[in-house]
Structure formats: structure tokens, C-alpha cells
């Protein structure tokens, strides 16, 4: 079983929807990251979140960490076809580890 | 921002062959890098911990004996894939703590034929 799981696994949308991607547990987390990865390259870290019930937004992404630091949530607004790629969230205990992630297709 | 280079990007080897990989921390010093496989379609899966001046801990599955690790300097660790087997065909992605997260490497696609 995943640490950190992750829904949905697959997300295909049209050009200025809005979506929700969960990331949850059943462990606590220090610290909780988003990353996006698009094909052959590594994750690059999106937010880093450390305070439960913290909110961070950047440009249409908004993320917000659950306040017992178990489950986050990555909603985008009026998705664009360049933010297809792998949302992966990932939780730090002793290291880092990773969520299955949330494969978004943005259709033009 | 915190650098990490990763080098090869891909690499074809034969089947029996040993394949090295290497991850470089360019602007800062990492005492601990993290070394990933990510098969296709699928997430990330910590592998090992490298620490620098000391052995690797390997995850529970992984076979040390046949993916070596060496964390001589704080800038560079290596991965060496041994006697590969087209199994081992997969994205293998290395990391390193910085002071603002985990910056990760640009990976490496390993196919063995």
C-alpha cells in the first residue's frame, strides 16, 4: 500500500475547466510537497506546505494542506493545455516518498 | 536555486553489462542524495539513501549487491546498475535535500537490451 495516496489517478479535461486533486493519509507529515512532472525529465517542486490548515497559491494553482498535516489538495482554475503533466504529492517523515500521482490531460 | 545534474540522460546497455549513473549537486553540498525508479505510467519509488562518507540504506526489495551506490564528495553519487537485465529497464531520478526542499535530477532512461 501507498503511503500517500492519490486521486484521481488519470484527469483528461477541456481547456478553462476546473479541477481537484487529493493527496491523503494515514500518517502525519512534517512537511508536504507538489511536484509536476512532464515525460523524461525529474519532478520540479510546484509548493512545499508545513502548517495544517495552510493555504498557498501560485498563479491559478491553489494548495491547501489538511490541519491534521494528513491529506492535501491541488485545485486548478481555468486549466490550459500547459499544465498537462503528473502532479505527484510527496510526504516527508524520515525522507521524502511519493504519492502514485495524478496523470492531467488538458485538451485545447 | 539549488542545481542538481544528472548524467547520462539515457543509456542503452546489453544484457550482463554494468551501467553507471551519476548525480552531481552543482551549487551547493549534499550530504544525503536519494535515488529514485520510476517504471512507466507509475510514481516514484524511493530506492535508496545515499549518505555522503558512509554506506547506502537500501529500501526493503532493493538488492545492494546489485545496485551500488557511492557517496564519496558532498557534490557527487553514483548509481551502478550491475549485470543489468532488460528488467532493470527503467527511469532511475536521484535527488538531494537543499535548505527549500528536494531538488531531483533530470533522470536517466536505462534500457537494456
Known amino acids: 500500500t501507498q503511503l500517500l495516496e492519490q486521486s484521481p489517478q488519470f484527469l483528461s479535461i477541456q481547456e478553462g475547466e476546473n479541477l481537484t486533486v487529493y493527496c491523503n493519509s494515514s500518517s502525519v507529515f512534517s512537511s508536504l510537497q507538489w511536484y509536476r512532472q512532464e515525460p523524461g525529465e525529474g519532478p520540479v517542486l510546484l509548493v512545499t506546505?508545513?502548517?495544517?490548515?495552510e493555504v498557498k497559491k501560485l498563479k491559478r494553482l491553489t494548495f491547501q494542506f489538511g490541519d491534521a498535516r494528513k491529506d492535501s489538495s491541488l485545485h486548478i482554475t481555468a486549466a490550459q493545455p500547459g499544465d498537462t503533466g503528473l502532479y505527484l504529492c510527496?510526504?516527508?517523515?524520515?525522507?521524502?516518498?511519493f504519492g502514485a500521482g495524478t496523470r492531467l490531460t488538458v485538451k485545447p | 536555486g539549488a542545481v542538481v545534474s544528472q548524467h547520462p540522460s539515457w543509456v542503452i546497455c546489453k544484457s550482463g553489462t554494468s551501467v553507471k549513473i551519476e548525480c552531481r549537486s552543482l551549487d551547493f553540498q549534499a550530504t544525503t542524495m536519494f535515488w529514485y525508479r520510476q517504471f512507466p505510467k507509475q510514481s516514484l519509488m524511493l530506492m535508496a539513501t545515499?549518505?555522503?562518507?558512509?554506506?547506502?540504506?537500501?529500501e526493503q526489495g532493493v538488492e545492494k549487491d546489485k545496485f551500488l551506490i557511492n557517496h564519496a564528495s558532498l557534490t557527487l553519487s553514483t548509481l551502478t546498475v550491475t549485470s543489468a537485465h532488460p528488467e532493470d529497464s527503467s527511469f532511475y531520478i536521484c535527488?538531494?535535500?537543499?535548505?527549500?526542499?528536494?531538488?531531483f535530477g533530470s533522470g536517466t532512461r536505462l534500457t537494456v537490451v
Open positions: 506546505v508545513v502548517t495544517g490548515g
Open positions: 535527488s538531494a535535500t537543499t535548505g527549500y526542499g528536494y531538488t
Open positions: 510527496a510526504g516527508e517523515v524520515y525522507d521524502m516518498r
Open positions: 545515499s549518505n555522503e562518507g558512509s554506506k547506502a540504506t537500501y
